[in-house]
């Protein structure tokens, strides 16, 4: 497994690689790997002929309150886990690489961006297109992996790549939990020990919400409802929901009433100081 720290490097590699006729997979990520990163670079591996994964805590995805400078992080760790599951390439670029003096462009998808951890996070996933557009044009990847618990983030990567013709299949992978039901973060390692233990109720509310669903109950505001309930009696530690809503899981539109369609539930907690996003599907 090599080790590339430079962009002309992987553009290098990438180009080389594909003129030799070698698929390529590229799994993004921001590093502090856990079994939702390994299931995607399994997947990845699956695939391509070459994998490559990138680390890099992106600063222009997160905005000035938020917890860029507590972003958990563990390089060594990482590259060792990344050799376990059989990956070519970890592309570990640095700031000034990748936003040198005079950097001025951005990718923005315009509509989608707007409401759940948009609205909360404004310039959020303008960062992220920006940033991922920037990686698939330097790893040339024929394949790229992200996770389904980033929901809004893969329905507006998919929609960058079909507006702005990448040609690059985007692949989504389910959401990895623990044993409890938490779905795997890189944010769940800053957790207290009193807030880890009450993250587990996040899920176990869409459980019960998803089970009421399926029992036949199809007002989207009464599900929503059940969530906030059920986390207020079991949560003790300070917590906000700052979003509980119901998608289209297909168009990312909100479904308010009666619910029709193939559906997700979306939240997203402030456990102490930690921002906590989940999500699950609704099916009869
Ligand atoms: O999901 C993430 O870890 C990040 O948003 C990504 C896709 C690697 C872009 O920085």
Known sequence: ??????????QAFALESRRAGKTIALVPTMGYLHDGHLMLMRKAREKADLVIVSIFVNPIQFGPN????????????????CKTLGVDVVFTPTNEDLY??????SVEVKEITKDLCGAGRPNHFQGVTTVVSKLFNLTLPNLAFFGEKDFQQLA??????IDLNFPIEIVG????????GLAMSSRNA????????????????????????QQGLKESEKLCQTVSKQLEEKISSPFRVEYVKIYDALKLTEIKGRITTPTV????????????I???????
């Open 265 to 276: 539930l979306l939240i997203a907690v402030h456990l102490g100081g930690t921002r906590l």
């Open 66 to 81: 938020e917890d860029l400078d507590r972003y958990p992080q563990d390089l060594e760790g990482d590259l060792a886990k």
């Open 156 to 161: 507006v990567i998919r929609r960058m790549v």
């Open 190 to 213: 800053n957790l207290p020990a009193r807030e880890r233990e009450e993250a587990p109720s996040i899920y176990q509310a869409l459980s019960h919400a998803k089970t009421l669903y």
């Open 1 to 10: 497994m090599q080790q590339i720290k430079c962009s002309k490097d992987i």
């Open 173 to 180: 992978v389910e959401i990895v939990r623990e044993r409890n």
């Open 100 to 105: 040198p003096d005079l950097f001025q462009t």
């Open 278 to 284: 989940d999500n699950l599907q609704l099916e009869n």
